[in-house]
T-cell receptor, first 113, second 113 residues
Framework: GIQVEQSPPDLILQEGANSTLRCNFS?????LQWFHQNPWGQLINLFYIPSGTKQNGRLSATTVATERYSLLYISSSQTTDSGVYFCAVERKGYGGSQGNLIFGKGTKLSVKP | DGGITQSPKYLFRKEGQNVTLSCEQN?????MYWYRQDPGQGLRLIYY???????QKGDIAEGYSVSREKKESFPLTVTSAQKNPTAFYLC????????????FGPGTRLTVT
């Protein structure tokens, strides 16, 4: 099956620093989503980005589908950015499997004041 | 307010007992999903449903059962056959024909002793 690898697994930043998180996937996908899991476990949608570049405030994401990777950029990090960032891909559908997400193991980000 | 609700937030059960986790959405989404998360891991798909009265097994369906009698509701039963039921369970929903972007509920932490 499709593999999703995220790097780095852990990241410690000083408040105000910038960072780049990477997601590699092993096969063609329909869609890709980035999530932030807060300390209470809630998954927050950050980007729905099957290809191209999107920006939302201090966060932006780029997916290069032909090269099977996506990047999440966090600029001017804040302590509230701490948590786990997940990349998830929707495997190419056949029959009823459309919509199923395959998750990476996440990048745990800690932002220190 | 539209959204996905899961109850209860925390659940404790004795080994050998079945337990049912609730998931309700008022987003008018077609598809609903159940995922399991273990510590330090990404999410894994248990079951999904794209239409009322129909559902499909995901990657780790053994020991679980679901029903989809109403569009808004997709309860998950963790049976005594599930060997390692202690985990964080997350429910999600999406609109299939509008890109399948998934949105998640707050989760239920199940502890079985």
């Amino acid at each position: 099956g499709i593999q999703v690898e995220q790097s780095p697994p852990d990241l410690i930043l000083q408040e105000g620093a910038n960072s780049t998180l990477r997601c590699n996937f092993s096969d063609s996908v329909n869609n890709l989503q980035w999530f932030h899991q807060n300390p209470w476990g809630q998954l927050i949608n950050l980007f729905y980005i099957p290809s191209g570049t999107k920006q939302n405030g201090r966060l932006s994401a780029t997916t290069v589908a032909t090269e099977r990777y996506s990047l999440l950029y966090i600029s001017s990090s804040q302590t509230t950015d701490s948590g786990v960032y997940f990349c998830a891909v929707e495997r190419k559908g056949y029959g009823g499997s459309q919509g199923n997400l395959i998750f990476g193991k996440g990048t745990k980000l800690s932002v220190k004041p | 307010d539209g959204g996905i609700t899961q109850s209860p937030k925390y659940l404790f059960r004795k080994e050998g007992q079945n337990v049912t986790l609730s998931c309700e959405q008022n987003l008018n989404h077609d598809a609903m999903y159940w995922y399991r998360q273990d510590p330090g891991q990404g999410l894994r798909l248990i079951y999904y449903s794209q239409i009322v009265n129909d559902f499909q097994k995901g990657d780790i369906a053994e020991g679980y059962s679901v029903s989809r009698e109403k569009k808004e509701s997709f309860p998950l039963t963790v049976t005594s056959a599930q060997k390692n039921p202690t985990a964080f369970y997350l429910c999600a929903s999406s609109i299939i024909n509008q890109g399948n972007e998934q949105y998640f509920g707050p989760g239920t932490r199940l502890t079985v002793t």
